[in-house]
């Protein structure tokens, strides 16, 4: 059964302050990469922490996946914030988040996953370094290896890029990319590199100002008009020589 994820008029409060509402989303299938954008402040980390459960708020929030309904729940989610206060090992973190929710007894196959994703994310070299000790982009890889060493059927990652350098940036999209198609996993990420974007989602929902501007194929959702109205730039989409799309970007527009 290939996971889903849906959306039906979902908001968020934050005591009685509504930011953001009105979510409705198509039906987010296992296999697809649907990314999240839109300016600082607009609800995007907002409606992760509702999708993972942890805010309430209105509307439908619908998963199906065959863990769920066993009771289960193959929803991960990394934070956009990674900073930590504990005196584990990456190696240690990593298999602790492995064990969340699940019989305490570690098996061989716990550790061939641990290793898997070390060895998938390039960070053997670091995996007995205590947590306190890695630099920020470390720190975002090792949180990602923390949701994917769950094998998660519905993947939540908010910013997961942020921190990395531009080869870490392009191996980690890439990895995520290839772990939805070949895992069939619905991934739904927060990015602010559009170019970024071209280059990952399927689809595209651009959340602003607390409400869901649209959601569906990139090649539809990012343009010159996307460019001016949500983020004030004057730019262009243009096609290289290898038939990739890219973000031009001329300059800010004026302040009305
Ligand atoms: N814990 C909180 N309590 C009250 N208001 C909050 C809280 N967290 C976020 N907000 C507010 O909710 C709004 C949306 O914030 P959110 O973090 O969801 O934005 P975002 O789109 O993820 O922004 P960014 O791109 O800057 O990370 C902002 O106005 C923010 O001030």
Same mark, same amino acid.
């Given at each position: 059964? *290939?996971?889903?994820?849906?959306?039906?008029? *979902?908001? *968020?409060?934050?005591?009685?302050?509504?930011?953001?509402?009105?979510?409705?989303?198509? +039906?987010?299938? !296992? $296999?697809?990469?649907? &990314? *999240?954008? $839109?300016?600082? &402040? #607009?609800?995007?980390?907002?409606?992760?922490?509702?999708?993972?459960?942890?805010?309430?708020?209105?509307?439908?929030?619908?998963?199906? %996946?065959? &863990?769920?309904?066993?009771?289960?729940?193959?929803?991960?989610?990394?934070?956009?914030?990674?900073?930590?206060?504990?005196?584990?090992?990456?190696?240690?973190? /990593?298999?602790?988040? =492995?064990?969340?929710?699940? &019989?305490?007894?570690?098996?061989?196959?716990?550790?061939?996953?641990?290793?898997?994703?070390?060895?998938?994310?390039?960070?053997?070299? /670091?995996?007995?370094?205590?947590?306190?000790? +890695?630099?920020?982009?470390?720190? @975002?890889?090792?949180?990602?290896?923390?949701?994917?060493?769950?094998?998660?059927?519905? +993947?939540?990652?908010?910013?997961?890029?942020?921190? +990395?350098?531009?080869? =870490? @940036?392009?191996?980690?999209? #890439?990895?995520?990319?290839?772990?939805?198609? %070949?895992?069939?996993?619905?991934?739904?990420?927060?990015?602010?590199?559009?170019?970024?974007?071209?280059?990952?989602?399927? =689809?595209?929902?651009? /959340?602003?100002?607390?409400?869901?501007?649209?959601? !569906?194929?990139?090649?539809?959702?990012?343009?010159?008009?996307?460019?001016?109205?949500?983020?004030?730039?004057?730019?262009?989409?243009?096609?290289?020589?290898?038939?990739?799309?890219?973000? /031009?970007?001329? !300059?800010?527009?004026?302040?009305?």
């Amino acid at each position: 059964m *290939v996971a889903t994820l849906q959306l039906t008029d *979902v908001g *968020v409060r934050y005591g009685k302050q509504e930011v953001l509402s009105g979510v409705t989303t198509p +039906l987010l299938k !296992g $296999g697809e990469v649907t &990314a *999240v954008i $839109g300016p600082n &402040a #607009a609800g995007k980390s907002s409606l992760f922490r509702r999708i993972a459960g942890l805010l309430d708020g209105p509307g439908v929030i619908r998963i199906d %996946d065959a &863990a769920h309904q066993a009771g289960q729940s193959h929803v991960c989610y990394m934070p956009q914030d990674t900073s930590v206060n504990t005196v584990l090992t990456v190696y240690e973190s /990593i298999l602790l988040a =492995r064990k969340q929710g699940a &019989a305490r007894k570690v098996t061989d196959e716990d550790l061939e996953e641990v290793d898997r994703v070390l060895y998938s994310l390039q960070i053997e070299p /670091i995996s007995f370094k205590g947590l306190h000790e +890695l630099s920020g982009g470390q720190r @975002q890889l090792v949180s990602l290896a923390q949701v994917l060493v769950r094998t998660p059927k519905i +993947l939540l990652l908010d910013e997961p890029t942020s921190a +990395l350098d531009l080869h =870490r @940036q392009v191996e980690v999209l #890439a990895l995520i990319r290839s772990l939805a198609k %070949d895992r069939e996993i619905c991934v739904v990420l927060a990015i602010h590199d559009l170019n970024q974007v071209l280059r990952v989602a399927d =689809r595209v929902m651009v /959340i602003d100002a607390g409400t869901m501007v649209t959601c !569906g194929p990139v090649d539809t959702v990012i343009t010159s008009t996307l460019l001016q109205n949500i983020y004030k730039v004057e730019g262009r989409i243009e096609q290289c020589s290898r038939l990739c799309r890219h973000v /031009i970007i001329d !300059g800010p527009l004026g302040r009305a």
